[in-house]
């Protein structure tokens, strides 16, 4: 079988730079916040956990109350969420496919929602059941 290179593998340099200004030009981020938003309010949400949260759009835009975790694979990405969000803003690289309960205890974060948007895309088929279902076991809500 071949071996496909990871997604983050494949977004650095130029093509990092692109898909961050995709982003930006698209607006489709802002979606992805309203809804956050809207569950932060008529939830209560106040622990986030965001699996590939990219170069960090969503918490720059989170009230300072809400505690954010965000996980990514690419390093480089990881490093303009940094760059864009307050300190108190965790980023850890990660995969997701190593991500369960023993894992958020090691870094001692109970979410109470966990978020992951335009994500699944970057994975094949044949992973998104698995994928999908790690997802919905980290925290009790979900977008």
């Not at 960090?56 to 940094?82: H, M, Q």
């Not at 369960?100 to 090691?106: I, K, P, T, V």
Request: one cysteine or more; aromatic letters at 14%.
């Amino acid at each position: 079988m071949v071996k496909f290179a990871d997604i983050s593998e494949y977004y650095v340099g130029e093509l990092a730079a692109k898909e961050e200004q995709d982003w930006i030009k698209t607006q489709q981020y802002k979606k992805y916040l309203q809804a956050t938003q809207k569950v932060i309010s008529d939830f209560g949400a106040t622990k986030i956990l965001e699996i590939g949260c990219g170069t960090g759009f969503i918490p720059s835009e989170l009230p300072e109350t809400v505690a954010y975790v965000g996980v990514d694979k690419n390093p480089t990405f990881l490093e303009w969420a940094r760059q864009k969000n307050q300190p108190s803003r965790r980023f850890i690289q990660e995969d997701i496919r190593v991500l369960d309960q023993e894992w958020l205890l090691a870094q001692n974060f109970e979410p109470d929602l966990v978020v992951s948007f335009a994500f699944l895309k970057h994975f094949g088929f044949d992973e998104w059941n698995d994928i999908t279902t790690r997802i919905l076991s980290l925290a009790p809500m979900a977008i």
